[in-house]
T-cell receptor, first 114, second 114 residues
Framework: SQKIEQNSEALNIQEGKTATLTCNYTNYSPAYLQWYRQDPGRGPVFLLLIRENEKEKRKERLKVTFDTTLKQSLFHITASQPADSATYLCALQKKGAGSYQLTFGKGTKLSVIP | DTEVTQTPKHLVMGMTNKKSLKCEQHMGHRAMYWYKQKAKKPPELMFVYSYEKLSINESVPSRFSPECPNSSLLNLHLHALQPEDSALYLC?????????????FGPGTRLTVL
């Protein structure tokens, strides 16, 4: 069966350090992979999208890598700040029934400690 | 305007009630989605509308009835719900009707079924 695993349910990191979150998948061939941030009681907010033929994408302090051989994506936040504390969701897309549906991982709750 | 709005923010209903959730976007997006999210779980896709037509129904019970009156509005009609239907209901939209691009989420409606 298809699985999306975000290895850590929770990750604590010191302010200023780089946070690295992992998303692994099995029995899946995604065309796109997206990362979202979700704060408690709020809807997810889109951060980055990476295509299957791309290795790396950057946006300000964020970087995502996509290794289709390892079936893994890494999400990095450099110079982390307490305001980065949130749950980060990995979401995979493959085409099905005429559209690309998002399937989310369970998320990693990041806490940046001052 | 890059916002998806949802009303109401909170809803408490009995199992015999009929209520509706509303979602609105003015970004010109042609794909709109309903998701259900339980506590500490990822969002789960319920319905997808593409060009105001229902394109995906993820085997959702008939007590949930979606409606897309026009390209900016999405409703979710609720009838005879069960306590286990209590959750955060999220609406989202995307520019690409195939859903290849990022999704913009609303803040959600917190539903409690008594």
């Amino acid at each position: 069966s298809q699985k999306i695993e975000q290895n850590s349910e929770a990750l604590n990191i010191q302010e200023g350090k780089t946070a690295t979150l992992t998303c692994n998948y099995t029995n899946y061939s995604p065309a796109y992979l997206q990362w979202y941030r979700q704060d408690p009681g709020r809807g997810p907010v889109f951060l980055l999208l990476i295509r299957e033929n791309e290795k790396e994408k950057r946006k300000e302090r964020l970087k995502v890598t996509f290794d289709t051989t390892l079936k893994q994506s890494l999400f990095h936040i450099t110079a982390s700040q307490p305001a980065d504390s949130a749950t980060y969701l990995c979401a995979l897309q493959k085409k099905g029934a005429g559209s690309y549906q998002l399937t989310f991982g369970k998320g990693t709750k990041l806490s940046v400690i001052p | 305007d890059t916002e998806v709005t949802q009303t109401p923010k909170h809803l408490v209903m009995g199992m015999t009630n009929k209520k509706s959730l509303k979602c609105e976007q003015h970004m010109g997006h042609r794909a709109m989605y309903w998701y259900k999210q339980k506590a500490k779980k990822p969002p789960e896709l319920m319905f997808v509308y593409s060009y105001e037509k229902l394109s995906i129904n993820e085997s959702v019970p008939s007590r949930f009835s979606p409606e897309c009156p026009n390209s900016s509005l999405l409703n979710l009609h609720l009838h005879a719900l069960q306590p286990e239907d209590s959750a955060l209901y999220l609406c989202a939209s995307s520019q690409d009707q195939l859903g290849r691009r990022e999704q913009f989420f609303g803040p959600g409606t917190r539903l409690t079924v008594l």
